[in-house]
């Protein structure tokens, strides 16, 4: 399956129904393949994260790559530079009791945002592995925001 367009587009970046075009190819692959996908994504780590709307209180799910630094599942609000947060990224900040699937496994878990130094440290700690989150910051003037998901027993 491939991507509707390259994320590096800007015009990508800022159209919501692209976007969520996109998203929803990722899903699909993701679990008709076991949490695999192909395309941009290959040999990424990925997760599908299911939130509850800030204003409409219903399930919304997002494709998204994910980290691990120093034992802790971390996720970044970036949209490629975008000058707006991603939707998800207001969704957790209202409720941060989500849902996660990574590859066959699924369980909740609590978003966390990290702020000041350690936001910083975390996203320089998956700069280091990805750089193209350090060219994101460097298209827009938002603070790009950064999340850990804490599993929940």
Do not use: C
Request: avoid cysteine.
């Amino acid at each position: 399956m491939q991507p509707v367009q390259e994320l590096d587009d800007e015009r990508f970046r800022t159209d919501t129904a692209a976007l969520n075009r996109f998203n929803e190819q990722i899903i699909a692959e993701f679990r008709d393949d076991g949490g695999k996908v192909g395309g941009i994504f290959e040999n990424h780590n990925l997760l599908l994260l299911t939130t509850t709307g800030a204003k409409s209180g219903a399930s919304r799910l997002t494709a998204l790559a994910y980290f691990t630094v120093n034992g802790a599942m971390v996720i970044i609000g970036s949209r490629g530079g975008a000058p707006r947060n991603p939707a998800w990224v207001h969704n957790l900040r209202a409720n941060p009791q989500v849902h996660v699937d990574l590859g066959t496994e699924s369980f909740e878990a609590t978003a966390r945002e990290a702020l000041g130094a350690e936001r910083d440290a975390l996203f320089d700690a998956v700069v280091s592995v990805a750089p193209n989150f350090g060219v994101y910051q460097t298209r827009t003037t938002r603070v790009i925001p950064v999340f850990t998901l804490q599993r929940r027993d």
